[in-house]
């Protein structure tokens, strides 16, 4: 049965080339819920949010706030979106914007080091952290899941000795200034979040680094047959998500005025809830910076919103929980297999083809 | 001697014993192909029946309809003895049926008692302590009852491959009530040392003579004159040949596998046809090429001592059983795997041996045998696939890909491999395996290497695709490259190659090339040539056995 038989196959119905297509069906593919549900979903939270709350949620203040306090988890986010590029399942990604964030404040309040060379040195542990989960990965051949779980409960560690898990406080106007600013009615962290964002996005769709990081994510062992350097990969991804993040909570240290051991966890769920929920935005299934920004404010509007209403302290977990799972199952039910691509499939695989259909049909062949 | 029963489907009747499975009339297809058509045989009591054939001939098929993981074809009925001597249809009898496959299904870090505890209902012993002592003893004494005195505490990991055979056997055996069961062996030697495999056919022997039939499949034909007392021969999913195993010498026997029709020579035809056709347009002929590649000495976890040299422009094969390194010799020439010795020219360069990247730059080309795990990144679409061993290739602007120059590239190649749907956007996952090994070919013919290695290049392919995958291989030899392929077709090899090697235990063992090379004489060597040596001196005669 492993004979190179004949084997029929329909040919895929040939799709026209997309940019030929007809503008309507143009607008309308782009526009089809299976790619970009999550702007439906803004829309509908947007209306229910205003008929139940007009005289709050429509304020251009409430936006404002929300807009600065999602910049930071954007930037978690977008350190996730490097990371998890590379098939790094990295949950260390609260931890690291946690240390990165008492690095900082223990630097200035604790040693008086100057506010750039401050956020340089927090950057460059970032890097460092960045290091140690790659080499955990490739070198001790950890897989990511358990290395950044590790990674997470002993950077916590850190944070508290660090800290003595007290609050560092005295962090000094100016540096408190970084992250209240406000630029044209948007505090200076937006403008961050979107620099990065544009930065992030350049090298992950345009350049060949972010096709590897790409190909090392979707399959290691071919991208490493086909001459990346994975490991090199691997690292220079690791470390780009540990400065992103680091900087994301030197952010947080300066929007709160204060080193504070405790935000750390907060980051981990609505990070991940973005960055899966953005996965299954525009390029259907594969990570990509604008899904996850889109996936950020769509998750936030939702917490806001509920908290305008009077909604108990809880609920923010209960809510970005549920929109992961939601994102992640949504993803897997795009996957399933349609009659068309059940048949795509059983080319694929011809031997696994042969079988399934032997077990799954055994009847109707007994019938035929 | 050999009966041939290609036109009449009766089965021989067994000589001894009564009759404990008999398969009549069983057919399976698969949408467009007969994997097995209208085979009849039977087993006996105390009988040793072997079932021989090429990859593709039916074995397997017929080993997952016996184990049920297929189901027949209407008109195919398979009975067993239900152990009063009666044949009832498989399924209402119990257990009747035991399968030995290659992996026999033991767990590595579980000790021999333990493994043979699994299976067995527990009653209500769940809760009560294991009685150690008991256990170990019992398990002893069935392992040495087949001829394995092992330490039945150890995990098996650490036996020998031949005493884990005898555990899986034993373990087979456990709880049979009454000896009238058939064990089917589905080719348990093959990862074997040569002087293992005595210890596992005593162990058969014992089965035997319990009274229970053994259904024997193998690829090697001193293993079945060895062991069985019959002999079917399946061919192209019938059977075609059965005899008692007395009665045969190799040759009537490879006929019997091979078919005694010509098709090798029109094979080996079209092969000149083809290189002629592209050889006119393209310089140098195989032998006057340099020599691009030269192994010397080369070993690993699974070659031994390999020493060979390929020239510009030569197609050269690599034929032998599963586990006789043919599949692992060119993952290590490309650095996949680590050699633990020898030296890899190529050109005037030493290849930097475990180094896959550096290899690349030096112009070796690798097409793995796993397209899904190693050959291709399928969520990637065709376009990324196709551009990404050599990325520098395509142009830059501002350090980003420059689309326009990548387009154009990917234009240009799924016009050369005629890449069918012609939609190089679409994630690779979405094609057929055929258009994707066209894509996994063209990715490494635009790097335009000196060297190709490719693994069962047509595995997984329908027949367009092939043809299309062998003009592309014809091509790149006529323009100057070296290629290496190895195959468990012999009708891919005889096509394809301008000689072949032939390997056994890790070794190279012959070499096929001119006139010998046809598919019977590569079939006859791996068949009959278990044992290493014998390759060169069969080979005259099985190559005018046809």
């Not at chain 1, 949620?57 to 590029?85: E, H, K, M, P, Y």
């Not at chain 2, 040949?241 to 596998?257: K, M, Q, T």
């Not at chain 2, 020239?311 to 690599?318: D, I, L, M, T, Y």
């Not at chain 2, 190279?508 to 068949?527: F, M, N, Q």
Request: hydrophobic share 45%.
């Amino acid at each position: 049965m492993t004979t190179a038989a004949p084997r029929r196959f329909e040919p895929v119905a040939p799709d026209p080339d997309p940019a030929r297509r007809p503008l309507f069906v143009r607008i309308r593919r782009s526009t089809s819920v299976r790619d970009i549900s999550a702007v439906y979903l803004f829309a509908a939270l947007f209306v229910i949010f205003a008929l139940w709350e007009p005289d709050t949620f429509l304020t251009l203040r409430t936006w404002q706030v929300l807009l600065d306090n999602q910049a930071i988890i954007g930037l978690v986010a977008l350190g996730l979106v490097v990371s998890l590029s590379a098939g790094v399942v990295d949950l260390a990604v609260g931890s690291e914007a946690g240390f990165g964030g008492i690095v900082v404040a223990w630097l200035l309040a604790r040693h008086g080091v100057p506010i750039p060379l401050a956020i340089l040195l927090s950057l460059l542990a970032g890097a460092l952290v960045g290091v140690v989960v790659a080499l955990l990965i490739v070198r001790a051949r950890i897989i990511s899941l358990i290395a950044t779980l590790a990674m997470s409960s002993i950077l916590i560690a850190v944070i508290d000795w660090i800290s003595g898990s007290q609050q560092i406080l005295d962090l000094g106007q100016p540096f408190q200034k970084i992250a209240t600013d406000e630029l044209f009615g948007l505090a200076y962290p937006v403008y961050i979040l979107a620099l990065v964002a544009l930065v992030v996005w350049y090298f992950l769709e345009r350049t060949a680094l972010g096709r590897r990081i790409r190909a090392t994510g979707g399959n290691l062992e071919a991208a490493r047959l086909a001459g990346v350097r994975t490991s090199r990969i691997i690292v220079t991804s690791t470390v780009a998500c540990g400065v992103i993040t680091a900087g994301a909570g030197v952010l947080a240290s300066s929007q709160l005025a204060t080193g504070d051991p405790t935000i750390a966890q907060s980051y981990l769920l609505p990070a991940f809830a973005a960055a899966f929920l953005g996965s299954t935005q525009f390029h259907g299934g594969r990570f990509n910076v604008a899904g996850t920004l889109l996936a950020v404010l769509v998750l936030a509007v939702g917490v806001t919103g509920l908290q305008l209403a009077g909604a108990p302290i809880w609920l923010p977990d209960l809510f970005n929980g549920i929109a992961l799972l939601a994102a992640v199952g949504f993803a897997q039910f795009q996957k399933r297999p349609t009659t068309r691509t059940a048949a795509i499939r059983r080319i694929l695989r011809p031997r696994d083809g042969l079988d399934q259909e032997a077990v799954t049909k055994p009847s109707a062949q007994a019938r035929a | 001697m050999i009966e041939d029963h290609a036109a009449s489907t009766s089965p021989v009747r067994p000589a001894s014993g009564r009759t404990l499975l008999r398969v009549s009339h069983l057919s399976k297809s698969f949408t467009a192909t007969k994997a097995l058509n209208d085979v009849s045989l039977e087993v006996a009591a105390g009988e040793v029946l072997a079932i021989v054939g090429q990859n593709g001939s039916g074995k397997s098929t017929l080993v997952k309809l016996l184990a049920g993981i297929h189901q027949p074809d209407p008109g195919g009925v398979i009975e067993v003895s239900d152990g009063s001597g009666r044949l009832v249809p498989l399924g209402q009898e119990g257990h009747r049926l035991h399968f030995i496959h290659q992996d026999l299904g033991l767990l590595p870090m579980l000790s021999t008692t333990e493994n043979l505890d699994l299976g067995r209902p527990l009653g209500t012993r769940w809760i009560l302590p294991a009685r150690r002592g008991a256990e170990h003893a019992r398990a002893a004494e069935l392992t040495r009852h087949f001829g394995a005195a092992i330490d039945v505490r150890a995990p098996v990991a650490r036996l020998s491959s031949a005493e884990r055979a005898i555990v899986a056997i034993a373990r087979a055996l456990d709880g049979w009530r009454h000896p009238e069961n058939v064990l089917v062996l589905d080719e348990p030697t093959t990862a074997f040392h040569r002087d293992e495999v005595g210890r596992l056919f005593d162990a058969v022997r014992r089965v035997v003579a319990l009274g229970a039939g053994v259904i024997f499949i193998s690829h090697r034909l001193d293993e079945v004159r060895a062991l069985a007392d019959r002999v079917v021969v399946l061919r192209d999913g019938r059977h075609v040949a059965e005899a008692p195993a007395g009665h045969l010498d190799d040759a009537a026997l490879v006929r019997a596998i091979v078919g005694t029709d010509v098709r090798t020579d029109v094979r080996t035809d079209v092969r000149t046809a083809v290189r002629t056709a592209v050889r006119t347009t393209g310089p140098a002929g195989s032998a006057a090429g340099p020599v691009v590649l030269a192994v010397d000495g080369l070993g690993g976890e699974h070659v031994h001592d390999v020493t060979f040299s390929l020239r510009a422009g030569e197609v050269a094969g690599v034929s032998g059983v599963l586990g006789s390194g043919r599949e692992h010799l060119n993952s290590l020439i490309f650095g996949v795997d680590r050699p633990s010795r020898g030296r890899i020219t190529l050109g005037n360069d030493r290849i930097r041996t475990g180094d896959v990247t550096a290899a690349i730059e030096q112009g070796v080309a690798f097409v793995p045998a796993d397209r899904h795990r190693l050959g291709a990144v399928l969520p990637m679409s065709a376009r990324e696939n196709l551009t990404l061993p050599r990325l520098r290739g395509v142009r830059r602007r501002l350090g980003a890909i420059d689309r326009r120059d990548e387009a154009a590239v990917t234009r240009r190649w799924i016009g050369e491999v005629d890449l069918r749907p012609a939609l190089p956007d679409r994630p690779l996952a979405t094609f057929s395996g055929g258009n994707q090994q066209k894509i996994v070919l063209a990715k490494w013919l635009r790097t335009n290497p000196r060297l190709l290695l490719l693994d069962e290049p047509t595995q997984g392919v329908d027949v367009g695709a092939k043809a299309a995958i062998y003009q592309l291989v014809q091509r790149a030899a006529a323009q100057g490259t070296a290629v290496l392929v190895a195959s468990s077709d012999a009708k891919e090899l005889t096509s394809l190659c301008d000689r072949v090697l032939l390997m056994d235990q890790g070794r190279v063992v012959g070499e096929l090339s001119g006139e010998a090379l046809t598919e019977t004489a590569l079939i006859h060597a791996a068949l009959a040539t278990g044992v290493s040596g014998q390759a060169a001196d069969s080979t005259p005669e099985g190559g005018t056995a046809s």
